[in-house]
Structures are given as C-alpha cells and as structure tokens.
C-alpha cells in the first residue's frame, strides 16, 4: 500500500484592524440580519 501524502487545513477567519466593526456590521446586513 502507498503512503497518502494529502492533508487537508482548516482554520476560522479572524479580522482584526481599525474599522472592523464596520465591515462585520455590513456582513451582518448582506445576510440579512436584522437583531443582533
């Protein structure tokens, strides 16, 4: 048998920086959240 030499990464995305707030807040309204 041969050796499988895939692997597969995973990770959450983190933002970080001046104006975030923002930027997740216009996420939240492109998805259609209204109370959060």
Do not use: S, V
């Not at 492109?30 to 959060?36: N, P, R, S, V």
């Amino acid at each position: 048998m041969k050796h499988d030499t895939a692997f597969q990464m995973a990770a959450a995305n983190i933002r970080f920086g001046h104006g975030i707030t923002r930027e997740i807040g216009m996420d939240l309204t492109d998805m259609g959240a209204k109370h959060t």
